[in-house]
Nanobody, 128 residues
Framework: QVQLVESGGGLVQAGGSLRLSCAAS????????MAWFRQAPGKEREFVAL????????YYADSVKGRFTISRDNAKNTVYLQLNSLKPGDTAVYYC?????????????????????WGQGTQVTVSS
C-alpha cells in the first residue's frame, strides 16, 4: 500500500515557477515508478511526466518538455515536479501517481489505468 500526498500548488503569474512535491508513505516507494498527471476543468486527466524507480529514466509530455522537470529522492520517499515558464494553459489540479508495474514502452505509463495509487491533487493556477 502506498499513500501519496501532494503539496506546493498555488497561484502564480504567467512566466513564473512552482515546485510540487509528492510525499509517499510505505516501503514500496523505491520500487515504484512515479508520475505526475493533471486535470483541467472539463477535461480528462492527462499525463505530464514520469520518473522510473531508479530516477535515471524520465519521460515528458510534449506540452511540458523543456519547461517542467521531474525528479525523485528515494531517501526522502518524495517525487518533485519543477514547473517553469508557466502558462495559463498549465492551470489544473496536479496529481501524483505510482505503479510498480514495468512496461518496456513509455506509452503505457501515460495511461491513468496503469497506476495503482493516486494522491488527492494540488491546484495550480496560472494567471495571464
Amino acid at each position: 500500500q502506498v499513500q501519496l500526498v501532494e503539496s506546493g500548488g498555488g497561484l502564480v503569474q504567467a512566466g513564473g515557477s512552482l515546485r510540487l512535491s509528492c510525499a509517499a508513505s510505505g516501503r514500496t516507494f523505491t520500487n515504484s515508478n512515479m508520475a505526475w498527471f493533471r486535470q483541467a476543468p472539463g477535461k480528462e486527466r492527462e499525463f505530464v511526466a514520469l520518473v522510473r524507480k531508479f530516477g535515471d529514466d524520465k519521460y515528458y509530455a510534449d506540452s511540458v518538455k523543456g519547461r517542467f522537470t521531474i525528479s525523485r529522492d528515494n531517501a526522502k520517499n518524495t517525487v518533485y515536479l519543477q514547473l517553469n515558464s508557466l502558462k495559463p494553459g498549465d492551470t489544473a489540479v496536479y496529481y501524483c501517481a505510482a505503479t510498480r508495474a514495468y512496461y518496456s514502452s513509455t506509452t503505457y505509463y501515460t495511461r491513468t489505468a496503469s497506476y495503482d495509487y493516486w494522491g488527492q491533487g494540488t491546484q495550480v493556477t496560472v494567471s495571464s
